[in-house]
């Protein structure tokens, strides 16, 4: 019987919420789930996917993968799988997913698909993915013997429960000679403690309705009482009242939280496209014409600068 492979990341000592989410998946195939990670920040928490299902997890954890480098990663994932029994491998539809993975594919002959949606490993393989910013939806379907990469976007698929009894048996793999193209020396993050939109189960999202960068204090303190990530429209961000890191959108990043609340966006086609995927759609503008309303699950139509106080202090009240 072949092997699921899961390529998992990591972020602060902890495993990402997408690669909980594929562990999940692959467990419940009922094959043997192998797990891979990369880099130095491994060392003490290679354990983590025995938690979740992984009966064995291949760690390089030499310093040349402390950063993303996709011709190091692409050969370790090769030198790695070359003699594993697989037939599928997952990863999160992240940035560095899409760029590593196509690398991957044609190494090893494999047929990849990305962006994915939704998943069914119960009889074949099947994907659902959105096309032509989310107008309509594939299914994509995997002829049977070839290898298959799946990416799936992050906050698509339940979460199981942890085995804190569970163990794995650690392979440590050693970094194979490589003569390195570029050397990534350093990447210089933003200074927020935040998740990653990508990953964020809520997002609070702003557009020029806040009429100044200075508003979006306001949207802070709600996120704050939430535990939720800022966003933007693209507007913004190409205005620099916000990091392009924050936009959420078609040329910016697609995200599926559980709750997505947008201030004084009015609903563009490309924002639409990268948010449309969320459980929850609260729309928050004074333009009751606007776009986003014919997304939304909630509508307020209203002054941004009176409801949004309003919701925060209700928040408040209720969760303190």
Not at 58 to 63: G, N, P
Not at 176 to 199: A, Q, R
Not at 292 to 313: M, N, R
């Amino acid at each position: 019987m072949s092997d699921v492979i899961v390529f998992c990341e990591s972020q602060k000592g902890e495993l990402k919420k997408g690669s909980l989410e594929l562990l999940n998946a692959a467990k419940k195939t009922g094959k043997n789930v192998l797990a891979v990670v990369l880099g130095p920040q491994w060392k003490s928490i290679s354990n983590l996917p025995a938690l979740h299902g992984s009966k064995k997890v291949f760690v390089c954890t030499d310093e040349k993968l402390k950063h993303y480098n996709p011709q190091a990663y692409s050969e370790v994932l090769n030198h790695i799988l070359k003699d594993q029994n697989f037939e599928i491998i997952l990863a999160s539809s992240t940035l560095m997913a899409r760029d590593l993975f196509p690398r991957l594919a044609a190494k090893i002959d494999a047929a990849v698909v990305s962006d994915c949606t939704e998943l069914d490993l119960s009889s074949g393989t099947t994907v659902r993915r959105p096309m032509y910013a989310g107008k309509c939806t594939a299914t994509v379907k995997f002829k049977d013997g070839v290898k298959k990469i799946i990416l799936i976007r992050p906050n698509q698929l339940p979460v199981g429960e942890p085995d804190p009894s569970a163990t794995a048996e650690i392979i440590e793999v050693s970094m194979p000679i490589l003569d390195l193209k570029t050397i990534v020396k350093d990447v210089v993050t933003g200074t927020s403690e935040k998740l990653d939109l990508t990953e964020a189960n809520i997002i609070v999202s702003g557009g020029r309705g806040l009429k100044e960068a200075a508003n979006f204090k306001m949207l802070e303190e709600l996120a704050d009482t939430l535990g939720a990530t800022i966003g933007a429209s693209r507007a913004v961000c190409d205005a620099g009242w916000i990091p392009h890191s924050m936009q959420v959108g078609q040329t910016g990043k697609t995200v599926a939280p559980t709750l997505y609340i947008a201030v004084g966006i009015s609903g563009a086609i490309q924002h639409l496209a990268g948010m449309s995927a969320s459980k929850v759609i609260v729309a928050i503008n004074n333009d009751p014409e606007a776009p986003i309303f014919q997304k939304a699950t909630y509508g307020i139509v209203g002054d941004a600068f009176e409801v949004v106080p309003k919701l925060t202090e209700e928040f408040k009240k209720l969760l303190n």
